[in-house]
DNA sequence: TGCGCATATGTCAGGACTGACATAGTTTGT
DNA sequence: ACAAACTATGTCAGTCCTGACATATGCGCA
């Protein structure tokens, strides 16, 4: 199981380059980057909007600043499990995120 | 975290008993439920549309058949990662996600 | 009935993830 | 310029999850 490396490559090449690097990753390696993607922009999104500092929201979920930064990172370390459970802290519903997911899969299709 | 104990409580009673019991869930924790039933869910009508069985799902996961009987029972055990890199293994897209869960989101509201 | 196939459920060693901490860089207000 | 608040990144011990295996049940069919 290497989807570890593959994973923070993958995360990387989305962050810092563009989305040339695309070429080497399965579709379904590449819808689930996607997911953990627009689901970081979409935490991000929602936590600033309502003026929430990345500690107090740790707090609120019973984990550190650091890991709501590698969150919206979208870190490799980071489950979906847990960007959902952000998520929902924050009031969103599964409404939303499938609002969410749908949006970033019009961006895909660019 | 004790979430481990009480999303085992929440899968039983969500499958054996009726929709009664969600009155001790907080709405984070009933999100989070209602997000990993609709996924299980759609994952099980997915495979069985596709007349896949679960022993060879989990061979096209590296995964094994208890597993993926796991994931489509919603066992505690199991993440919505896992459930998600399942679903885009059947040829699932984000959209189809969405949609997913969106129409959970509808059935929660009855 | 007996056999093969599909599914359900329990258990466990090993690897992945988590929260916490340390530290550095960045932004904002004075 | 300085401090305070906010954010980014690395590391690690303890815990959770994973795949694998064993086993049981159900179902169709010869």
């Known amino acids: 199981m290497d ?3 593959r994973t923070k490559l993958e995360a990387r090449g989305w962050k810092i380059g563009t989305t040339a690097q695309f070429l080497d990753l ?3 390696e590449a819808a689930f980057v996607e997911t953990k993607l627009a689901l970081s922009h979409s935490l991000r999104a929602r936590r600033t ?3 929430v500092s990345q500690t107090t929201l740790a707090k609120r979920l019973g984990s550190s600043q650091s890991r709501v930064a590698k969150m919206e990172a979208a870190d490799p370390t980071v489950t979906i499990d847990l960007l959902l459970r952000a998520l929902y802290a924050l009031g969103a519903t599964p ?3 499938a ?3 749908r949006r970033s899969g019009d961006l895909m299709a660019v």
């Open 26 to 28: 399965t579709p379904e």
């Open 95 to 97: 409404r939303d995120i």
């Open 49 to 51: 909007k309502q003026q």
């Open 99 to 101: 609002t969410a997911l």
């Open 3 to 5: 989807k570890h490396k």
